[in-house]
């Protein structure tokens, strides 16, 4: 079965650091990147890796969070710096597994909070 597992989330002081880490397991399956979401809000991008090859960024969180990967232990991370108490969130990892429909679909995981205080 295909799965995604977040890591790292916890409780942080405004102005430090905390470092998500995403695996996945299964077969067909590629990274999306990173996406969080606010109680009562729908989901926002954090940081994807477009088709270009390029990273994508939240406008919020630019300059302030890196994303990378490591295809050889089938992980990506979330580098969060300079957290603000306005970060405070679930965040999730997205990816993508071929179904046995012929597509695509995306696959989330069971997301991380990360609590940012003042």
């Known amino acids: 079965q295909v799965q995604l597992v977040e890591s790292g989330g916890g409780l942080v002081p405004a102005g430090e650091s905390l470092r998500l880490s995403c695996a996945a397991s299964?077969?067909?399956?590629?990274?999306i990147g990173w996406f969080r979401q606010f109680p009562g809000r729908r989901r926002e991008l954090v940081a994807t890796?477009?088709?270009?090859?390029?990273?994508n960024y939240g406008d919020f969180v630019k300059g302030r969070f890196t994303i990378s990967r490591d295809n050889t232990a089938n992980m990506i991370y979330l580098q969060m710096n300079s957290l603000r108490p306005e970060d405070t969130a679930v965040y999730y990892c997205?990816?993508?597994?071929?179904?046995?429909?012929?597509?695509?679909?995306?696959?989330w995981g069971q997301g991380t909070l990360v609590t940012v205080a003042p």
């Open positions: 890796f477009p088709d270009t090859g390029t990273t």
């Open positions: 299964g077969r067909n399956i590629k990274f």
């Open positions: 997205k990816g993508e597994t071929f179904h046995l429909t012929g597509r695509w679909l995306e696959v």
